[in-house]
């Protein structure tokens, strides 16, 4: 299968600051790739759908303003959680979705956030 | 009713068994399916896409029925390491945008 990375695997960070999780698609090109959320025990959430070189699309309920997404070039795509709560933390994975007749997503190994 | 619905089991069987799931989908329109295989405090693995004539892998085998719209998977000869989370994923019609479902929690007990 595809490889994609995300950095950093575990971020710790005090209340209000800000995180930058990164993707990237490594051996192929992605001009959609996908940000969730996954808290205990849960499903996995759809936050938004990143574009390269458009605007990201947010689901329902899901802030642009605080979750920033930049979608650069067609093998990284970027997650910025500005001004970070204990209730964000969470754990955030991406996905890339490699072109195909099926469009198969591929997930980074996931970031796990937590916010003192 | 949800757009992509599985039962959340868990599904308690011993090594060796036979197993299946089905998903539903609720959009008549949807043109891809896929089964992810997720682990605890890991990231969801592609296990298979699910093509409409069906499709085997080894010990899993995937089934679509347009009809009635639901995917199935089934696992034989169970091992202890298929013990895991699997996710039925359907992408919208007409767009790339996935629909999860909850998943199905598979443990295989020796």
Redesign the interface.
């Known amino acids: ?1 595809a490889v994609v990375s995300q950095h950093p695997s575990r971020v710790i960070c005090k209340s209000g600051t800000s995180v930058k999780i990164e993707c990237r698609s490594l051996d192929f090109q992605a001009t ?1 790739m ?1 940000w969730y959320r996954q808290f205990p025990k849960k ?2 959430m ?1 936050m938004a ?1 990143s574009n390269e070189g458009s605007k990201a699309t947010y689901e329902q309920g899901v802030e642009k303003d605080k979750f920033l997404i930049n979608h650069a070039s067609l093998t990284l795509s970027t997650l910025t959680v500005t001004s970070a709560h204990p209730e964000d933390s969470s ?1 955030y ?1 991406c ?1 890339a ?1 490699r072109e195909s007749i ?9 970031t ?1 956030l937590t916010v003192l | 009713r949800k757009e992509v619905e599985q039962d959340p089991g868990p599904f308690n069987v011993p090594e060796g068994a036979t197993v299946a799931f089905n998903c539903t989908y609720s959009n008549s329109a949807s043109q891809s399916f896929f089964w992810y295989r997720q682990d605890c405090r890991k990231e969801p693995k592609l296990l298979m896409s699910v093509y409409s004539s069906g499709n085997e892998d080894g010990r899993f085998t995937a089934q679509l029925n347009r009809a009635s719209q639901y995917i199935s998977l089934l696992i034989r000869d169970s091992k202890l390491s298929d013990s895991a989370t699997y996710l039925c994923v359907v992408n919208k019609g007409g767009s790339y945008i996935p629909t999860f479902g909850r998943g199905t929690s598979l443990i295989v007990h020796p």
């Open positions: 299968g959609t996908f499903s996995l759809l759908t754990f994975i996905s979705s099926y469009n198969e997503q591929f997930f980074g190994p996931g796990r």
